[in-house]
């Protein structure tokens, strides 16, 4: 069959050539979109008088023909027909005749992509603020169950102060919050049509983009014809809010793969999350949050070439706007696949609690408290510093810890510190002072719970 493009060319590319500009092998998963547009287009084109009803009778019918037999998988994707657009087009022209070829009057394949390109992203959105939600309410459900559960919180991989395990988790949860947010204020730059700006400048058929954009449940129309065309701030605006979505992500997986190991041991996977050793009979390992902290690379990866791909590129389109589909795929599937993966994984998750709580016990996470203890008996804080560094030093040299040190010899160092030091070294103390707003203290966790429960 002729390229339905081909009235210019004499001579047709070789086979190699034909596989190395074509796009199905990807964009045939638009292929619902590409026909849900065309529906829309035919409908206005009817409405407007540009074709005739009995035309659009018979592609409309047409169409649908074609979305059944993809439906029922009957549809085979051609190389030589290079792309969605045609392999659709050339389908509706073997149910219907040369009638079909109506249906590309005032658009051009430019305008039909980022019209698919729009309702496909707008149906992954859709899915990917739900599954967040979804992973939003695992995070608040675990945090209710681990308000009193004790383990160090960390600075630099160090053991700095006792915190709530809720408090940890609900960390998470916040970031979330605000990744959620991203995608919902994204939708807004998807929900725009560009169908109608045809290849670049518009048509002079008497078209009514508000109709079709209407029929597609688009919001809005581009109000520039080479802006529509060209646009694809929206999927990088996608990628961007996917790559911090994946860095958070990450962030939980590197927390997650540190708690399973043996000198953590905080939690334990189970073993739909896990996998073994063809050579180590003993081994259970962490690969599926792994395979998440690896994979944000890629989300990464996919950003930077799409921005690469368009920074250099003049109005309107260009072929290298063919780049803007494979990352947008692989992406979409990364992070639904990631958010599951993680919901099911921290939901199924055995904490440890014994042994978070005896991790904050043998070190000095309560150096602060001493600190702060002296502080709220006048001392300046930063003399308040200097004394239980210098005590800290001492310990470290005599190998036991500040709850070990003698009343007495707490009194050498300052007639301030009384018997009571010792219940404000403790863990459950220490966290249980900390009443500042949004601080670990349990009741301020207790008060966050609430907050997300609300907002959930």
Not at 109 to 117: E, L, P
Not at 143 to 169: C, D, N
Not at 179 to 203: N, Q, Y
Not at 356 to 384: C, H, V
């Amino acid at each position: 069959m002729a390229k339905l493009w081909g009235g210019r060319f004499e001579e047709q590319a070789a086979a190699w050539i034909e596989r190395f500009g074509a796009s199905i092998n990807f964009d045939q998963k638009m292929a619902r979109e590409d026909l849900k547009g065309s529906l829309a287009h035919v409908a206005m084109l009817a409405k407007t008088g540009i074709i005739s009803e009995a035309e659009v009778e018979k592609i409309s019918a047409g169409i649908k023909r074609v979305e059944e037999k993809y439906e029922a998988g009957k549809i085979e994707f051609k190389i030589e027909n290079e792309d969605v657009h045609m392999n659709m087009e050339s389908y509706l022209h073997e149910e219907i005749g040369s009638v079909a070829g109506k249906l590309h009057t005032a658009r051009s394949r430019n305008d039909q992509v980022a019209t698919d390109m729009h309702l496909y992203l707008k149906e992954i959105l859709s899915q990917v603020i739900e599954k967040i939600h979804d992973f939003r309410v695992v995070l608040v459900e675990r945090a209710s169950e681990h308000v009193e559960t004790i383990m160090p919180g960390y600075t630099h991989l160090q053991h700095a102060q006792p915190i709530s395990f809720a408090h940890h988790l609900l960390a998470y949860y916040n970031m979330l919050e605000r990744d959620e947010a991203r995608f919902k204020e994204s939708v807004k730059r998807c929900d725009i049509s560009p169908l109608g700006s045809a290849a670049l400048a518009g048509t002079t058929f008497p078209i009514d983009r508000f109709y079709s954009a209407e029929l597609l449940g688009f919001a809005d129309v581009y109000s520039n014809s080479l802006d529509g065309v060209s646009d694809r701030d929206f999927i990088l605006e996608f990628l961007s809010n996917a790559s911090i979505l994946m860095m958070h992500l990450s962030r939980f997986c590197e927390e997650i793969i540190l708690w399973c190991s043996h000198e953590f041991h905080f939690i334990e996977l189970t073993d739909t999350f896990s996998t073994g050793s063809s050579i180590m009979p003993q081994k259970k390992n962490p690969d599926m949050a792994e395979l998440i902290r690896g994979k944000s690379g890629r989300v990464y990866g996919n950003l930077f070439g799409l921005l690469t791909v368009m920074k250099g590129l003049p109005l309107a389109y260009n072929k290298d706007l063919q780049e803007d589909k494979e990352g947008m795929f692989d992406t979409a599937e990364t992070i639904l696949t990631s958010l599951d993966i993680m919901s099911g994984m921290v939901e199924t998750m055995r904490v440890y609690k014994d042994v978070m709580a005896q991790a904050t016990e043998k070190d000095f996470s309560n150096a602060t408290e001493l600190a702060d203890y002296l502080a709220a008996k006048g001392l300046p804080f930063r003399q308040a510093h200097e004394i239980v560094g210098k005590l800290v030093l001492e310990c470290t040299k005599a190998g036991h810890y500040l709850q070990d040190v003698p009343l007495a010899r707490y009194q050498e160092i300052t007639p301030l510190i009384e018997s009571d030091i010792y219940d404000a070294l403790q863990s459950r103390t220490a966290i249980e002072r900390r009443k500042s707003y949004g601080g670990t203290g349990f009741e301020q966790v207790r008060a966050q719970i609430q907050r997300a429960q609300e907002i959930l």
